[in-house]
Every structure is written in structure tokens, then in C-alpha cells.
């Protein structure tokens, strides 16, 4: 059984940063493809980004590039997802995902966490 749970949201300024964590209970962590999704109130779920499995190759939506950086530690079989200069429009719950894949796009995810909740204030 797969595990993610993820943690680090919270409530900030626009223009404040978070770092979210996400960890994954799986012996395979270091082989799968791991991603970032949010959903905001009403709206479809989005990718935000993915990292490869040794963590060379990232992907990012064009919204969030330069802003939002996806890196991994496999020793701690934990993602994470650094955001800065976070703006109103960021609001959402932040999902992880993991899929044994090697494509970094938004579909193929195998698992889903629980979801952690980023709110940035105006």
C-alpha cells in the first residue's frame, strides 16, 4: 500500500513563500516519477510540477515557472515543492502524486496524497 502524505501549507502573504513536503511510504520511491497538482475552489485540478526519479529532469506549468522549484531527497523518500513570490492566485489545495513512469506530464499518477492547504492573502 502506497502512502502520501503531505504537509507544509498554510496561510501567507502575497508575496510570501512556503515549502511543502511530501512522503512517500513506498520502497520504490527512488524509481518513480513524483508530481505536484493543486485544485482551487471550483476549479479542475492542474499540474504544477513533476521531478524525475533521480531528481535531473524537472517540468514545470508555465504559471508557476520561476517561481516554484520540485526537488527530492530519496534517502528521505520525501518531495518537495519550494514556492516563492506567491501570489493570490496560488490558493488551492496542493496535492502530490507518484507514478512508475518515465513521462514527466500531468497524467499516468498511480497514487495521490490527501492534499495540504495553501491559502495566500491579497
Known amino acids: 500500500q502506497v502512502q502520501l502524505v503531505e504537509s507544509g501549507g498554510g496561510l501567507v502573504q502575497a508575496g510570501g513563500s512556503l515549502r511543502l513536503s511530501c512522503v512517500a511510504s513506498v520502497r520504490s520511491f527512488s524509481s518513480a516519477v513524483m508530481g505536484w497538482f493543486r485544485q482551487a475552489p471550483g476549479k479542475e485540478r492542474e499540474f504544477v510540477a513533476a521531478?524525475?526519479?533521480?531528481?535531473?529532469?524537472?517540468n514545470y506549468a508555465d504559471s508557476v515557472k520561476g517561481r516554484f522549484t520540485v526537488s527530492r531527497d530519496n534517502a528521505k523518500n520525501t518531495v518537495y515543492l519550494q514556492m516563492i513570490s506567491l501570489k493570490p492566485e496560488d490558493t488551492a489545495v496542493y496535492y502530490c502524486?507518484?507514478?512508475?513512469?518515465?513521462?514527466?506530464?500531468?497524467?499516468?499518477?498511480?497514487?495521490w496524497g490527501q492534499g495540504t492547504q495553501v491559502t495566500v492573502s491579497s
Open positions: 521531478i524525475s526519479s533521480s531528481g535531473s529532469s524537472t
Open positions: 502524486a507518484a507514478k512508475w513512469r518515465r513521462t514527466l506530464g500531468a497524467g499516468g499518477y498511480d497514487y
